[in-house]
């Protein structure tokens, strides 16, 4: 079955202990994306990737890290994770820009005491 | 003003009419514009994209482009209860070409 996978789906974390979110296709798309989800705000961008090897900030990278060692693999990371970071998280790919149709993964719910 | 506008809603509109969703933008640059739906608690799927001005039609849904106006419409004929959902409007612009993203209309359909 074609998809996005991503875990962990809920993850409870305290403030300054490092996380990473994984996501993995199996569609063998050249985009990735990683967005978060806030009331009232909408899907905002974190980071994207265009290729192996190659990521672009987003609207709101602040605080993420991520790399593409694979085309299938995209890991956000949360060095050191801060409340305002409680959040929603989508990871999405596509088969080519971001302006083709991005299939998503079904999200990762984070609180960060 | 935010970069792409959408009522918050809720719409609530009774099975069998019409429903009627807008959305402005404001990068004059945008060519394509995408059409999201999100049922609460899962993730978003896409319904349609339009790149022309005028009308596009696909099954019961209508996308509806004015450039000149800088506003998207999404019109959905003979509403059914699965159409309860939230509803992201997002052009393809900005300094990056990625996808701008509304806060999105949650529309009820009353049975």
């Known amino acids: 079955e074609a998809q996005v996978t991503q875990n962990p789906r809920y993850l409870i974390t305290v403030t300054g202990k490092k996380l990473t979110v994984t996501c993995s296709q199996n569609?063998?798309?050249?985009?990735m994306s990683w967005y978060r989800q806030d009331p009232g705000l909408g899907l905002r961008q974190i980071y994207y990737s265009m290729n192996v090897e190659v990521t672009d900030k987003g609207d709101v990278p602040e605080g993420y890290k991520v790399s593409r060692k694979e085309k299938r693999n995209f890991p956000l990371i949360l060095e050191s994770p801060s409340p305002n970071q409680t959040s929603l998280y989508f990871c999405?790919?596509?088969?080519?820009?971001?302006?083709?149709?991005?299939?998503f993964g079904p999200g990762t719910r984070l609180l960060v005491l | 003003q935010k970069e792409v506008e959408q009522n918050s809603g809720p719409l609530s509109v009774p099975e069998g009419a019409i429903a009627s969703l807008n959305c402005t933008y404001s990068?004059?640059?945008?060519?394509?514009f995408f059409w999201y739906r999100q049922y609460s608690g899962k993730s978003p799927e896409l319904i349609m994209f339009i790149y022309s001005n005028g009308d596009k039609e696909d099954g019961r849904f209508t996308a509806q482009l004015n450039k000149a106006s800088q506003y998207v419409s999404l019109l959905i004929r003979d509403s059914q209860p699965s159409d309860s959902a939230t509803y992201l409007c997002a052009p393809l612009g900005g300094s990056n070409y990625q996808l701008i993203w509304g806060a999105g209309t949650k529309l009820i359909i009353k049975p």
């Open positions: 999405a790919s596509s088969l080519g820009a971001s302006g083709e149709t991005q299939y």
């Open positions: 990068d004059r640059g945008s060519q394509s």
């Open positions: 569609m063998n798309h050249e985009y």
